[in-house]
């Protein structure tokens, strides 16, 4: 590698360096945050209510789930045993076309609507039998109730207008009566975090964080009702799951990169911290580093600038096709890079995934040191994304801060990777709402022989 590029390396690993003490300086940062969410005072971190508690592992029942987070829509039909245990029965996917992540709300609705009918006929399902459906909808809402909540803005590339400021399950129960669809309610709205903290929870009570790093980022942990928090459970001593929004967590230090990032985002100054960690974005880091290379002439030639020019053509998994072996040049559409440009993208590519990984490190320990200050229990994350489960080291680096800020009692921390938090996940929120609704419409009475 000649003397130039080295130059260059060496300056972005100064730009994209997240030390220890910025870890721990981000964790504190993380706390203020988290500490003015929870009394309703402006900031970064939401901290929204889930209006649901952690699964007891004893829920059952067969619902159907939808889940909307990204470019996929899947439906699935989820059984719960009641033990412990659960299983997708049945589950179609389908990619979300562009046209209707940003067109008419109605429309982008009508197609999940959709969606449940193909489901329904295709496995056979009598549309007049009474049905639950778990909506895991994986963006900022202001919940209300367990079923019901208002979209605060879009992230990840989705900006149909007409939804933000609504309630998305009224949105949906509409469409669904509008494709004559009248046996389905709705009755759990729920965030891909909370789905996966329930998914790992239902049988394993150690597990307190659900987290997603895959195209977006995000986390949720059970709040004891202990602290003052606007719109928590009305029950005294219970807890409730709170969705982070930890995306949106703008008190990191950017860089030039990260800045001329966020300037050509559909949403430039909101979800900060996601755009410096996320699927989505990373790899969007990369392609501006490489063009900026390009266009200083010390990577590629003129001619490639027209691949680099072209927004996300580099992907979070095309970067983890640097390692040797693999051609990243080629399966982004430049099959002529020589050597030298393969072994720089390959240092380009490990610098950002490093400092995304770092990043969620910190807020990772900042939510679990909010929970227990001196780690003085067993704490299980449940995560859930390609990034941390596909990209090879991320977990490794993630780990890596837990034990510079935690040192020995970093090992009380588990790391586990849960799919399906937003089918299994949803499914087991939906019956938790079910189970509790019961509870609340059994006489007096008899609810208070069986607490005591
Ligand atoms: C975005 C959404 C958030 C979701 C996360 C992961 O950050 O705003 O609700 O949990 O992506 O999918």
């Not at 699935?76 to 245990?85: S, W, Y």
């Not at 609705?109 to 049905?131: I, N, Q, S, T």
């Not at 995560?383 to 890596?400: S, T």
């Not at 996940?425 to 607490?451: F, L, M, Y």
Request: proline letters at 4%; aromatic letters at 6%; charged letters at 25%.
């Amino acid at each position: 590698m000649n003397q130039t590029i080295r130059k260059y390396l060496s300056n972005l690993e100064n730009l994209f360096s997240f030390s220890p003490a910025d870890a721990q300086g981000a964790a504190a940062r993380f706390h203020e945050e988290m500490k003015r969410g929870l009394n309703g005072q402006t900031s970064s971190l939401r901290m929204l209510p889930s209006y649901v508690g952690r699964p007891t592992g004893k829920e059952q029942g067969r619902f159907l789930a939808l889940d909307l987070g990204g470019t996929n829509l899947r439906v699935l039909a989820v059984r719960l045993d009641g033990r412990g245990k659960a299983e997708i029965s049945a589950v179609n996917r389908l990619a979300v076309p562009e046209t209707v992540m940003r067109g008419p709300g109605e429309e982008l609705f009508d197609f999940l609507a959709e969606g449940v009918a193909v489901f329904l006929e295709e496995h056979r399902l009598d549309p007049k039998e009474h049905r639950d459906l778990a909506f895991t909808f994986s963006f900022p809402v202001a919940q209300s109730a367990v079923n019901a909540g208002v979209l605060l803005n879009w992230t990840k590339g989705f900006t149909a207008p007409g939804v933000a400021g609504q309630n998305v399950v009224a949105l949906l129960s509409d469409a669904l009566r509008r494709k004559r669809i009248e046996a389905v309610s709705v009755t759990a709205l729920v965030n891909d975090t909370v789905g996966t903290l329930a998914t790992k929870s239902y049988a394993d009570p150690s597990c307190d964080m659900g987290v997603i790093l895959g195209t977006g980022t995000n986390a949720c942990y059970p709040e004891k009702n202990s602290r003052p928090a606007k719109g928590l459970s009305p029950q005294p001593r219970q807890e409730m799951i709170l969705n982070l929004e930890w995306g949106n967590f703008d008190k990191l230090d950017t860089n030039a990169c990260d800045q001329a990032l966020d300037r050509i985002t559909l949403n430039p100054g909101r979800q900060r911290m996601e755009k410096m960690v996320s699927g989505m974005y990373i790899g969007e880091l990369v392609r501006l580093i490489l063009l900026d290379m390009t266009d200083r002439g010390i990577l590629l030639e003129k001619k490639h600038r027209s691949v680099l020019v072209r927004e996300h053509a580099v992907s979070s998994e095309q970067m983890s096709l640097t390692v040797p072996g693999e051609d990243f040049f080629a399966a982004i559409g430049i099959p002529d890079a020589s050597d030298q440009d393969r072994d720089a993208a390959h240092h380009v590519c490990r610098i950002v995934s490093r400092r995304s990984a770092r990043i969620a490190g910190a807020a990772l320990a900042a939510v679990v040191t909010w929970m227990d200050a001196n780690l003085e229990k067993k704490h299980t994350i449940a995560i859930d994304g390609a990034l941390f489960e596909k990209y090879p080291g991320y977990p490794e680096n993630v780990r890596c801060v837990l034990e510079e800020l935690f040192a020995r009692r970093a090992e009380r921390i588990a790391l586990c990777t849960t799919s399906d938090g937003s089918g299994i996940g949803a499914a087991i929120i939906a019956a938790v709402a079910s189970s509790r609704q019961e509870q609340e419409h059994k006489p007096a009475r008899q609810r208070t022989r069986k607490n005591r």
